[in-house]
């Protein structure tokens, strides 16, 4: 089975928690995509849902294909969203951003009262780290900033390449405004220690580690679809 049959297949198994009447966070990436357009089919034939989308990519996505959508500030709590993930441990503690969505994506998991990660098997790691870690940063004090995370990643023992992300020679800006960085750090044996390390850098808007958010993982591999729970 190719990687895309995959995604489509765990977004067909995790459509099936989703009912009319929802609201919906609608996630990011090529994945999140797939179950737009299963999503879009439910709703051509009657499923009443609205979504919040966690990208402008996504948003004009949902708009071509007739997702009904509003925003987060409309309708500030959600019952479910469904996103895709970069990494999945066991504890279902997540590596998001490769999108670069994560700040919007974080915002609307943590406004929902569920979070389902879809993905295919090539996601699953343990632990954490083998995917570089994306954060979003202030443009303001880039440099100072990127030191001050470097300074605390290596009081957790964390060392590695940090890369400012771009787009082509342009530097890669999110939804927000913001840049990225990415920071190869290798194996992270205690997400939580560095979640809480990188908020407390100023500069750091928000980063990729999503702890105790998601809830379920779908997750296809070529013998069938699995669902995880931590
Ligand atoms: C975007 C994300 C995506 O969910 C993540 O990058 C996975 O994408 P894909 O399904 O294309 O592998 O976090 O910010």
Known sequence: M?????????????????????????????????????????VAGGMEIIGVPTSERTAALCRE?????????????????????????PELTLVKGGGGAL???????????AMIVIA?????????????LPIEVNRFGLQATK??????????????????????????VTDGGHLILDASFGRIPDPRALSTALHAVPGVVEHGLFIDMARLAVVARAGGVEEITP
Do not use: C, N, Y
């Open 2 to 42: 190719d990687a895309r049959t995959l995604k489509i297949e765990a977004a067909r198994v995790a459509l099936s928690h989703v009912h009319s009447g929802m609201k919906l966070g609608i996630g990011t990436g090529s994945t999140a995509e797939e179950f737009v357009r299963l999503l879009a089919a439910e």
């Open 120 to 132: 295919d098997e090539s996601k699953l790691v343990d632990p954490l780290g083998r995917f570089p």
């Open 147 to 172: 030191l001050a995370v470097e300074t605390a990643a290596r009081t957790l023992g964390l060392d590695g390449a940090i890369a400012l992300r771009m787009a082509g020679d342009q530097e890669f």
């Open 65 to 89: 294909l007739g997702v009904p959508l509003t925003t987060l500030d409309e309708m500030p709590h959600l019952d479910l969203t469904i996103d895709g993930a970069d990494e999945i441990d």
């Open 103 to 113: 700040l919007r994506e974080k915002i609307v998991a943590a406004a929902s009262d």
